[in-house]
């Protein structure tokens, strides 16, 4: 296969906490899940971030991915995402460029924005940072990753700097950014990075985020193909369909408590509705996951990565 059609498979470390669990074990089972998936050859590790809430106890995935960095020998590591306009952008490209150097260009730089939730009042500086921000925080790091930068608008202002410790050999850090909208997409596509699409999408949707992304980096005088767009995937392996069903079952609940403890700062779209009986959430969830993703015996699961994959038109799992 040429490079933009090879395939890769990461490991998605969620760090997330089930009742009963420490913070402590959580973060524990993280490092071994990182650990075993480079001892079982998987190509990729990838970490998220979150804050305030309980279905995710890691609140940097920058550093956490340079743990697994130091703690890995083969594996790229990733992460998805880093919440880009709660934190300065170009300390974010420091921090980037640092992680790739340090492994040996290993590391990828995944961003987005989450929620407008409590985050930008706490850490950030304003849910106008939620509103606005992502556009010119994306420029800005794309810009630090690569030399010279300087900001003079109502969100950054500084005079020029040169970040340290600057791209690798190889080049500039990779830059990915998660895609849940058309101008998500569209933002990614004018400035030519590849696209993290998440289980909020099936696979038709997002190849029809791909074919646009195409479309729009070409109008915008980059490559229209040859990304190496990411897609996350529920994935259990198991002899008996009801073993995964009651796994997927237990994931959903959590996910559904997690989202009814998210403090939003402004009235959007929510990901689940609110006003239907959990029980009905869960197992609407439940069931919507085990008719498309990599659930099952060996063989349903490769199938289904297959269909993912094929029809998608991604190129790395997660």
Not at 28 to 36: K, L, P, R
Not at 72 to 91: C, E, F, Q
Request: proline share 6%; charged share 20%.
């Amino acid at each position: 296969m040429s490079d933009d059609q090879e395939v890769r498979f990461g490991a998605f470390v969620f760090t997330s906490r089930y009742e009963g669990q420490s913070g402590a074990e959580v973060l524990a089972c993280g490092v071994a899940s990182a650990e075993a998936a480079e001892a079982a050859g998987f190509d990729d590790v990838w970490v998220t971030e979150h804050h305030f809430v309980p279905f995710g106890v890691n609140p940097s995935a920058l550093t956490f991915a340079g743990y697994l960095l130091g703690r890995t020998n083969r594996v790229r590591v990733g992460t998805a995402v880093t919440i880009l306009p709660l934190h300065s952008p170009v300390h974010v490209a420091e921090q980037a460029a640092l992680l790739d150097h340090l492994s040996g260009g290993r590391f990828d730089l995944g961003v987005g924005r989450s929620q407008p939730v409590v985050d930008y009042e706490v850490i950030g500086r304003g849910v106008g940072y939620w509103q606005r921000g992502l556009p010119e925080a994306l420029d800005l790091t794309l810009a630090a990753l690569s030399g010279p930068v300087s900001a003079d608008s109502g969100l950054y202002r500084f005079r020029e700097v040169t970040p340290a410790p600057g791209p690798t050999e190889a080049g500039r850090t990779p830059v990915y950014l998660a895609a849940t909208s058309p101008a998500s997409v569209r933002l990614a596509a004018t400035r030519g990075v590849p696209m993290l699409m998440f289980f909020d999408k099936d696979a038709e949707a997002k190849a029809g985020m791909i074919a646009e992304h195409g479309r729009l980096a070409e109008s915008a005088g980059h490559p229209g193909s040859g990304y190496p767009h990411g897609m996350a995937v529920f994935a259990h392996v198991s002899d008996h369909a009801d073993e995964a069903r009651l796994a997927m079952r237990r994931t959903a609940q959590e996910y559904v408590r997690s989202n009814n403890e998210y403090q939003l700062l402004l009235d959007v779209p929510q990901r689940i509705d609110p006003r239907r009986p959990e029980a009905d959430l869960v197992e609407g969830l439940t069931e919507s996951v085990l008719a498309t993703h990599p659930l099952g015996t060996v063989q349903n699961c490769i199938d289904r990565l297959v269909d993912q994959i094929r029809i998608s038109g991604c190129r790395r799992v997660l």
